[in-house]
């Protein structure tokens, strides 16, 4: 047999050969499988089964992903297995006196019931006690506040009341009451009571009443004796020195000088020069108030000394002096120096000038030696500057008057008062009232007649411009210069300064 493969044209034409492949029969080729799957598989791929049921409703895309979705939901549920409970054997019930142990040993919210830190669940096995002991004694600590009474503090810790007031009838034999420092820490021993109706008996107490002094307070045979145990101080005075730098405050303050005394320091050496001309080769020199106790305490008081060394012009020593009852800054000289003007004796307006006028009264023309100021009647009249004053009462035309004595040789006169409130020889300040405006002797009305003088003469009020000179002499001045000369020979003690600033000693116990 021949396959029709077999067959060929030969070597005849083209043509020939044609017709001969045209003339045998071709059987149909076979059917092959893996194409009929690979045909399906590409039409099962353009089946969206996919499809967003929110879009085209109805239509044959929806239908068909509905019908996917509700076969896989049915699929799902017929395939989910099935839950049942288990059953195993639970623990018995407690019993209402284990159940009460177990509470209070338990952690649990006390909205729920837990008794977690206040108490444990009682057994058999505890017996109540009829009566508890008591400490022989207890030992604590009481402060005095501000506004606080010494009694007051001693009741609050226990202190029968009678013994407290005992006990600071005894204390304030030896200070005052109202001079124990707020914040002051007493140490209290209370012994053991006969019963628990009564109050503790005090047994001890201590505490530091001032800075050189410690009371202590203990019962000696049934009685309550009081010692004093003086402390050392060393009052030594503080001088730090050091260079002003960029900055005289941060330099004083690195230097150990606390943030009151460098501000006071500023302020003193302010009245002499120009602060923002103080140049970083400057050298400051600070002397303060320090007292040293021998238990370790410090404490710091005022400005005494304030020092300005100048790399380039005139330098500054300032020493605290008081005189006749003023504290000021006096140079070391001996000169006090205060700038400024006559304060305004009240604060109406000037009617009439110094000059000539005509006397409303008199009718004719004279020297008007002071000025005339518009006031209501009793309005405070001030001194026009710090002096003493020379006389107070009727002057005639006057009328009440007061003329005060100032330094330099001048002289202030306040006349026509309604009321005079200074007293002859006394001193009066800048600023203080010295009487109040009426319209007594040759006045036609309610104001104040202000005179000045320098040396006994009248000079016109508005034109003076002055500065107060306050100079010390005889012993005074002596004194002055033997204290400058001590305060000059003070070593530096810059670094004790910074220690005792850095470490404060710890506060000893009441036995110390």
């Not at 017929?78 to 623990?91: C, E």
């Not at 107070?392 to 309604?418: C, D, E, P």
Request: hydrophobic residues 40%.
């Amino acid at each position: 047999m021949y396959q029709y493969s077999d067959f060929s044209a030969g070597a005849g034409s083209g043509t020939a050969a044609l017709s001969l492949d045209s003339a045998i029969f071709r059987p149909a080729p076979a059917v092959d499988f893996r194409q009929n799957i690979r045909g399906f598989g590409a039409k099962a791929a353009a089946i969206e089964l996919v499809t967003d049921l929110g879009a085209g409703i109805g239509s044959r895309e929806w239908l068909r992903g509905f019908a996917a979705c509700a076969a896989l939901c049915l699929s799902a549920y017929a395939l989910a297995p099935s839950i049942q409970p288990i059953s195993m054997v639970g623990p018995a019930p407690m019993g209402d006196a284990n159940w009460e142990e177990a509470r209070a040993l338990s952690i649990a919210p006390l909205a729920y019931g837990a008794d977690t830190g206040r108490r444990m669940a009682a057994t058999d096995a505890v017996a109540p006690l009829a009566d508890t002991p008591e400490r022989p004694s207890i030992e604590l600590i009481a402060t005095l506040g501000r506004g606080d009474g010494f009694t007051r503090v001693l009741e609050r810790a226990g202190i029968a009341k009678a013994e407290a007031s005992q006990v600071s009838e005894r204390v304030g034999e030896i200070v005052p009451l109202t001079d124990i420092k707020p914040g002051t820490v007493v140490d209290v021993t209370l012994g053991r009571r006969a019963n628990r109706q009564v109050a503790r008996p005090l047994d001890a107490l201590s505490f530091r009443a001032r800075f050189d002094l410690k009371l202590s307070v203990k019962r000696v045979e049934g009685k309550l004796t009081l010692a004093r145990i003086p402390i050392s101080v060393d009052e030594t005075p503080l001088r730090i020195q050091g260079r002003v730098g960029s900055s005289l405050y941060r330099s004083a303050r690195a230097a150990g000088a606390p943030a009151k005394a460098v501000e006071a320091y500023i302020r003193a050496v302010a009245g002499q020069v120009d602060v923002g001309s103080i140049g970083a080769d400057d050298r400051f020199d600070i002397i303060l108030e320090h007292r040293r106790a021998e238990t370790g305490e410090t404490e710091t008081g005022a400005l005494l000394f304030a020092g300005l060394q100048r790399a380039s012009g005139k330098s500054v020593q300032l020493m605290r002096w008081s005189q006749s009852g003023r504290v000021q800054w006096f140079e070391a000289a001996g000169v006090g120096r205060t700038s400024g003007t006559l304060q305004r004796p009240v604060p109406g307006l000037v009617s009439s000038n110094f000059g000539l006028r005509r006397h409303p009264i008199l009718g004719y023309t004279r020297l008007h030696k002071g000025m005339d100021f518009q006031a209501g009647y009793g309005t405070p009249i001030l001194a026009a500057t710090d002096g003493r004053v020379a006389a107070a009462g009727w002057a005639g035309g006057y009328g009440k008057q007061v003329r005060v004595h100032h330094a330099g040789g001048l002289m202030t006169s306040y006349s026509h008062m309604s009321r005079i409130a200074a007293q002859p020889g006394s001193f009066v300040r800048q600023g203080q009232v010295i009487g109040y405006v009426g319209s007594t002797g040759l006045s036609t009305g309610p104001h104040l007649h202000y005179e000045l003088y320098r040396n006994g003469a009248p000079i016109n009020p508005a034109s003076v411009r002055f500065v107060v000179r306050a100079q010390l002499s005889g012993g005074e001045l002596a004194a002055f210069r033997s204290k400058l000369r001590g305060l000059l020979s003070v070593p530096t003690g810059r670094s004790q300064v910074q220690q005792a600033s850095a470490t404060p000693p710890a506060r000893k116990p009441a036995r110390a």
